[in-house]
């Protein structure tokens, strides 16, 4: 019995576990989230600011930040005349949205559209027409509302698109252009590409109509403009 005792004796050192202290693996995993929520916080913020100062600042704000920006180079400047049709001369109220349409008569070049606007015919106009080679016309200054985008035209920028067939399909070039320009609004609107909208998400018309029939294509256009953006 004595030797059965002392074997059991023995045995009980060995059989003890050295064991971690439990606060101390809970104060390592807090540590652990606190780093963690500290880098995903500085990432959001900077992508933040860079991609998406639209919910810092107030539409007068955006109205006032796009008219001080200066336009682009690439962008030719054919203002028409105030006739108070086309163009009413009256000041936009604010920039919330960035409206594309498509002209809808296919062939058509961007010269021709604007003449159109500037004509005692017409009683429509955009900000900005491209044409079927990627050329960008500007009729209506950004300050003032435009004749495109219905009861939306007095917090919009609108911008016209010409397309070579009844598709509605922009050329390569006119693409290219579209994308160009519609990111430089963005940025100097200090917006978003969620205030990138159709003429259809206004009213319901099929305008631009191949971006209505291939809602595909316009996410690919969306992303597109954010690829291109600084």
């Known amino acids: 019995m004595t030797q059965n005792y002392q074997s059991r004796v023995r045995r009980v050192p060995n059989k003890r576990k050295k064991r971690t202290n439990p606060s101390l693996i809970h104060i390592a995993f807090l540590l652990t989230g606190i780093l963690i929520g500290i880098i995903i916080s500085l990432f959001l913020r900077n992508n933040f600011s860079k991609k998406t100062p639209?919910?810092?600042?107030?539409?007068?704000?955006?109205?006032?930040?796009?008219?001080?920006?200066?336009?682009?180079?690439?962008?030719?400047?054919?203002?028409?005349p105030v006739d108070g049709n086309s163009r009413n001369g009256v000041a936009l109220g604010g920039m919330n949205?960035?409206?594309?349409?498509?002209?809808?008569?296919?062939?058509?070049?961007?010269?021709?559209n604007h003449d159109y606007y500037a004509s005692p015919e017409s009683d429509?106009?955009?900000?900005?027409?491209?044409?079927?080679?990627?050329?960008?016309?500007?009729?209506?200054p950004l300050s003032e509302m435009s004749a495109a985008s219905n009861w939306r035209n007095r917090d919009t920028i609108s911008i016209e698109v010409c397309h070579p067939d009844a598709s509605g399909k922009f050329t390569?070039?006119?693409?290219?252009?579209?994308?160009?320009?519609?990111?430089?609004?963005?940025?100097?609107?200090m917006l978003d590409?969620?205030?990138?909208i159709r003429h259809y998400d206004i009213t319901g018309?099929?305008?631009?109509?191949?971006?209505?029939?291939?809602?595909?294509?316009?996410?690919r256009f969306i992303k597109d403009v954010n690829d291109y953006r600084p």
């Open 54 to 80: 639209y919910m810092q600042s107030s539409t007068d704000e955006r109205l006032k930040a796009l008219c001080a920006a200066k336009i682009p180079d690439y962008v030719d400047k054919q203002l028409i």
């Open 124 to 140: 429509v106009s955009s900000h900005f027409i491209i044409g079927l080679d990627g050329e960008i016309i500007q009729c209506i």
């Open 172 to 189: 390569q070039a006119t693409y290219e252009s579209l994308v160009k320009l519609t990111a430089w609004l963005v940025d100097a609107s």
């Open 205 to 219: 018309k099929d305008c631009p109509l191949y971006y209505v029939k291939h809602e595909d294509a316009w996410s």
């Open 97 to 112: 949205d960035i409206v594309i349409h498509y002209i809808g008569n296919p062939g058509t070049t961007a010269q021709q």
């Open 193 to 196: 590409t969620d205030h990138v």
